[in-house]
């Protein structure tokens, strides 16, 4: 009784010096790679500026203009977590330490789900060291995006299934309900999100538990419902993602839509893509590739086996192998539904659950390897945190990036927003590629420009937005060079230089309105 009870004690004090020495690795690693600066893809500024919409009583709205227009451009799962701390500060610092707290949350929500499917602890831990040097998933802990929230309730959805009581009649396991909130609240964060309910509906089917992947079905669509009534009450619409299904090129619109033959071709090329490039190329430290060209030979062999060893981890994964393997398998179809070059983003937040599944893979090959050569009956994990060292270079390439000065591109783009804040009215309604970035600065009503090769049409949408001022910078966006800079070389006399940065040359220009009301209506 005695050394049942000292054995307990020790695998509880090895427990919490797993769970120590992650907290530590966790901020040693994050202060090295962290980046203080607002991240220049705009995307991070839309989801603070929804966060301050909430947080200042505006419901889910545009605060960029006068209006407060009601927004469903993106799902409001994220702004709604970055609101809290946007109550307090307005700080990018905090919204960026929140993140990191979702990263570490996430991590030992694995561990313990590693746990749970008798696999050593020690394993586990060396599972989410490697997960956590992961540098596509710090890139995407250290800014304003939605990537990190999504994996935590990912991880949470996961935990809850692990944790319910098979022996208990489901609808008396507060887990159950759980699961099902996490993963619509996953839902909520991004679109995509629906490849976990179907992993999750999946793994009942294949458990075959009727009832419950009825009731998971029913409970997840019910915690949509809200959201639903909300876009319809508002006459926003359905969701953008639904219409980038079928367009050629979202930042073409002239080229209009796909058939759905192209549909399907475009699918199965993007579908191609994540096994055979994104995947390596995000979980193996030294695979680079080239996505603009096809798959060599070489990159598929290197794709098989990588999969061939996932699928073996996941298979340890006892009954949740499947919600794994569907995960996976419904992410990269959600993923080769989309028209954007995608490359491996939107991955981010499965690649955790993929390193796990790898590492799990890995011990599993040796030990029976060593088992079959007859060396050993197992391995020790811990020849496995090795791998780790294999991160540096990647982790080090991402520091210099997170730490290097902004460019003087967007520097310009800055010091003409900030110049707007200054020294122009509060109401002075601003046109700009990345109007979002460019608010952040201004703090002004700003709008984009129409994306059309008809100039005339472009400038009469600046007269029905109220334009006062219009930006031309050089980000580098082909939509300036294409739409907005031929409208302003075809009418000079509508748009009068105001501010003029040279290196690269940037513009605040005038919008004479009047005189193009004048001219075109």
Not at 4 to 28: G, Q
Not at 165 to 171: A, C, G, I, Q, R
Not at 417 to 425: D, E, G, N, S
């Amino acid at each position: 009784m005695k050394e049942i009870k000292n054995n307990s004690i020790k695998k509880s004090y090895r427990l919490w010096v797993y769970i120590a020495s992650t907290i530590i690795l966790f901020i040693i690693v994050f202060a090295y790679i962290f980046n203080s600066k607002l991240d220049l893809n705009g995307d991070n500024c839309e989801y603070y500026l929804m966060a301050t919409s909430i947080a200042g009583g505006h419901g889910y709205s545009d605060i960029t203009n006068e209006a407060y227009n009601p927004v469903n451009g993106f799902p409001p799962g994220y702004p709604l977590l970055m609101s809290v701390i946007r109550i307090f500060t307005d700080s990018f610092f905090f919204q960026k330490i929140l993140n990191g707290l979702f990263l570490l949350t996430s991590l030992l929500l694995l561990f313990f789900f590693i746990r749970k499917n008798k696999l050593p602890d020690s394993l586990a831990f060396v599972a989410i060291v490697i997960a956590l040097l992961n540098s596509r998933v710090l890139h995407f802990a250290t800014i304003m995006m939605s990537e990190t929230s999504f994996f935590l309730f990912s991880a949470l959805s996961l935990f809850f299934l692990s944790k319910m009581n098979d022996e208990k009649p489901f609808w008396k396991d507060r887990y159950f309900y759980f699961a099902i909130l996490a993963t619509a609240y996953c839902y909520h964060i991004r679109t995509q999100g629906i490849a976990l309910a179907v992993a999750i509906i999946g793994f009942f089917l294949f458990t075959k538990r009727w009832k419950q992947t009825l009731a998971f079905a029913g409970g997840f669509v019910v915690c949509l419902i809200p959201w639903i009534v909300r876009n319809k009450i508002q006459n926003l619409g359905q969701s953008r993602y639904l219409d980038m299904v079928a367009i050629a090129n979202p930042w073409r619109p002239e080229e209009g839509a796909l058939s759905i033959g192209e549909v399907v071709t475009r699918f199965l090329d993007t579908f191609k893509m994540l096994l055979t490039q994104a995947v390596p190329n995000s979980i193996l430290p030294y695979f680079s590739v080239d996505y603009s060209s096809s798959t060599t030979w070489s990159g598929w062999l290197i794709a098989i086996i990588l999969v061939f060893i996932i699928g073996i981890g996941m298979w340890q994964f006892g009954k949740y192998k499947y919600v794994l393997l569907f995960y996976t398998l419904a992410t990269f179809g959600v993923i080769s539904l989309f028209s954007t070059p995608s490359e491996n983003r939107y991955i981010t937040a499965l690649l955790p659950f993929l390193e796990i599944s790898l590492i799990a893979g890995i011990y599993t090959l040796c030990c029976w390897s060593v088992r079959r050569l007859k060396i050993a009956k197992t391995v020790s994990p811990w020849l496995f945190i090795l791998l780790a060292f294999f991160s540096f270079p990647r982790l080090n390439q991402l520091r210099a990036q997170n730490t290097m000065p902004v460019p003087s591109n967007y520097r310009h783009f800055f010091t003409i927003a900030k110049a707007v804040h200054k020294q122009l009215p509060a109401n002075t309604v601003v046109c700009s590629r990345k109007p979002s970035l460019f608010y952040m600065y201004s703090q002004s009503p700003v709008c984009n420009y129409l994306w059309t090769t008809d100039n005339e049409a472009l400038i009469k949408n600046l007269i029905q937005s109220k334009v006062d001022y219009v930006v031309l910078e050089q980000l580098g966006y082909s939509s300036t060079y294409l739409y907005l800079y031929p409208a302003i070389q075809n009418h000079p006399e509508l748009f009068i230089p105001v501010i003029s940065l040279k290196k690269p040359d940037t513009y605040l220009l005038k919008f004479d309105r009047k005189k193009a009301i004048e001219k075109f209506q």
